[in-house]
T-cell receptor
Framework: EAGVAQSPRYKIIEKRQSVAFWCNPI?????LYWYQQILGQGPKLLIQ????????DSQLPKDRFSAERLKGVDSTLKIQPAKLEDSAVYLC???????????????FGEGSRLTVL | AQSVTQLGSHVSVSEGALVLLRCNYS??????LFWYVQYPNQGLQLLLK??????LVKGINGFEAEFKKSETSFHLTKPSAHMSDAAEYFC?????????????FGDGTTLTVKP
């Protein structure tokens, strides 16, 4: 079974530029998450999707961050305009194959490392 | 709101020595508890989880953790460290049932294993 795919792995941009990250979750996983991991910290939830609907985006800085999962499968996270403090690894995770027990385990991609100069 | 505290951002042990990584959580109801491992330039991988039942849970690579409700702890142990265990370890907590998966993570503990 293929894991969670993310791209690009690395991105360097100037502040005020825009960037987009793509995630394809494990096949059949209904729930998709975007986490932000700043160096030296644990992952922080940005947004949670259930199929193609947003469940929780309370921690997403909506003035500059946006995310979508239009067909309930893959997802895109966009930052526009980027700030220096957005330098981080953006992790995508998926979970919960519908019909199975939801025990909360997350399956992570390798992450997209963003450097804002 | 849930929170997770990992005591010690860096732990160093000798190869063959006991590994003990500490995790305490706060939650209004008994949560699901997890330990994840992260190797350099990789995503997080589940080591083990506690959902219900036996409070001592065994995971991959010889790791185990014990859920102690009275102490609100979920410490991770391994009897004998191996060089390949060097990585960053994250403790996480999530609500049960429909909200499971929306995990809150600690800030991680970097494990160094000395030869």
């Amino acid at each position: 079974e293929a894991g969670v795919a993310q791209s690009p792995r690395y991105k360097i941009i100037e502040k005020r530029q825009s960037v987009a990250f793509w995630c394809n979750p494990i096949s059949g996983h209904a729930t998709l998450y975007w986490y932000q991991q700043i160096l030296g910290q644990g992952p922080k939830l940005l947004i949670q999707f259930q199929n193609n609907g947003v469940v929780d985006d309370s921690q997403l800085p909506k003035d500059r961050f946006s995310a979508e999962r239009l067909k309930g499968v893959d997802s895109t996270l966009k930052i526009q305009p980027a700030k220096l403090e957005d330098s981080a690894v953006y992790l995508c995770a998926s979970s919960f194959r519908q019909g199975a027990s939801n025990t909360g385990e997350l399956f992570f991609g390798e992450g997209s490392r963003l450097t804002v100069l | 709101a849930q929170s997770v505290t990992q005591l010690g951002s860096h732990v160093s042990v000798s190869e063959g020595a006991l590994v003990l990584l500490r995790c305490n959580y706060s939650s209004s109801v008994p949560p699901y508890l997890f330990w994840y491992v992260q190797y350099p330039n990789q995503g997080l991988q589940l080591l083990l989880k506690y959902t219900t039942g036996a409070t001592l849970v065994k995971g991959i690579n010889g790791f185990e953790a014990e859920f102690k409700k009275s102490e609100t702890s979920f410490h991770l142990t391994k009897p004998s460290a191996h060089m390949s265990d060097a990585a960053e370890y994250f403790c996480a907590v999530s609500d049960r049932d429909t909200n499971a998966g929306k995990s809150t993570f600690g800030d991680g503990t970097t494990l160094t294993v000395k030869p």
